[in-house]
């Protein structure tokens, strides 16, 4: 049982350069989410998707862009890089109301 | 807006020495409240999920504890791998909130 898979594991970038974040749950999880942890900032959401077919912007939006491309898969954009998204990036994912999130082991972004 | 608390940032313990963690929170309407552990390079690993004031759930040397305004993390007689950073979280709607953290360091 896999859980939910993020890839790549570490990720450089040079600024402007583009990527996609990839993420896949096997749960059959309805919500899934991305996250940024940063040190002394903890977990800040980024954005979110309650259910297939719907997404919605979190704390810190700016700069990303996300596509729920089918039940199972979570997708976080990055356009124009910026050093600033330097961070270590989680995804998350639950299945009903109020029950807690389930994560990966995150994904490792540098940009210089 | 929702918000979450935590302290202290940071704790130091000698293995055996009991202590708590606070987590304070504004949501409207909590339909949850969660405790994680995180593991340096992991993603965070669940604990508790508390849902009412006066509820408390037990595991191994951990106890989580819930009012209407904060949550405790008690943790009986710790030993070093129990050193971790430990995070509480809340959600009111389809959003979850988490705090910064504590760092929980036990010494041998």
């Known amino acids: 049982n896999a859980g939910v898979t993020q890839t790549p594991k570490f990720q450089v970038l040079k600024t402007g350069q583009s990527m996609t974040l990839q993420c896949a749950q096997d749960?059959?999880?309805?919500?899934m989410y991305w996250y940024r942890q940063d040190p002394g900032m903890g977990l800040r959401l980024i954005y979110y998707s309650a259910s297939e077919g719907t997404t919605d912007k979190g704390e810190v939006p700016n700069g990303y862009n996300v596509s729920r491309l089918n039940k199972r898969e979570f997708s976080l954009r990055l356009e124009s890089a910026a050093p600033s998204q330097t961070s270590v990036y989680f995804c998350a994912s639950r299945g009903t109301y109020g029950s807690p999130l389930h994560f990966g082991n995150g994904t490792r972004l540098t940009v210089t | 807006e929702d918000q979450v608390t935590q302290s202290p940032e940071a704790l130091r313990l000698q293995e055996g020495e009991s202590s708590s963690l606070n987590c304070s929170y504004t949501v409207s309407g909590l339909r949850g409240l969660f405790w994680y552990r995180q593991d340096p390079g992991k993603g965070p690993e669940f604990l508790f999920t508390?849902?009412?004031a006066g509820e408390e759930k037990e595991k191994e040397r951990l106890k989580a504890t819930l009012t209407k305004k904060e949550s405790f993390l008690h943790i009986t007689a710790p030993k070093p791998e129990d050193s971790a950073t430990y995070l509480c979280?809340?959600?009111?709607?389809?959003?979850?909130?988490f705090g910064k953290g504590t760092r929980l360091h036990i010494l041998p």
């Open positions: 749960m059959n999880h309805n919500s």
């Open positions: 979280a809340v959600t009111g709607d389809d959003k979850i909130i």
């Open positions: 508390l849902y009412s």
